[in-house]
């Protein structure tokens, strides 16, 4: 659905020998400024382990081919990394990036800031702590109620074909 609303363009990878007609992906519009600051037309929602962004679109408005306006509202351009991981797949993460997922990303006092490790009360923070912190910051998303949703596609679908 929501490429559908991409206009169509010729392309070519051979100088011009073969040419396709496919959509014009590489477009960028975002939602008004005015509707994504005003914090009447959203409820906030925190994200389950494991959902995804069409799961919770299903959940709110009945449609997981709606998930993008959850993504647009939300400003989440990848949504492999800036949508919450899945504990599973943040362990599966960490392992990759990682060596040794329980060694000390940085060390913090009580106040939770970052102070060098002979600092007193310095407490280690794991790089599996850090990342799953990051991870769990980001949980919390602004859901666009549902009566909202037709003028957001209205004004999506002007915009992109400008």
């Known amino acids: 659905m929501y490429f559908n609303f991409f206009p169509q363009t010729l392309y070519t990878l051979d100088d ?3 040419i396709k007609i496919v959509r ?3 477009l960028r519009a975002v939602i008004n400024e005015d ?3 005003n914090r009447s037309l959203y409820d906030e929602y925190d994200v389950l ?3 995804t962004p069409e799961i919770v679109s299903d959940k709110f408005y009945q449609n ?3 998930h993008w306006i959850i993504l647009h509202t939300n400003e989440i351009l990848d949504p492999r990394f800036d949508w919450p991981m899945s504990y599973y797949n943040l362990i599966q993460y960490c392992n990759s990036k990682y060596a040794n997922v329980n060694a000390t990303h940085h060390y913090e006092n009580s106040n939770g800031y970052i ?3 002979t600092a007193p ?3 280690a923070v794991t790089n599996l702590l850090y990342e799953d912190r990051l991870n769990e910051s980001k949980r919390r998303i602004k859901i666009l109620r549902p009566e909202f949703i037709n003028a957001v596609i209205n004004e999506f679908s002007t915009k992109i074909k400008q």
């Open 49 to 51: 382990d494991g959902e």
């Open 64 to 66: 997981p081919q709606l």
């Open 16 to 18: 011009g020998k073969n």
């Open 121 to 123: 009360f310095a407490t």
């Open 115 to 117: 102070v060098n490790s």
């Open 35 to 37: 509707i994504r600051n």
């Open 24 to 26: 014009n992906i590489l």
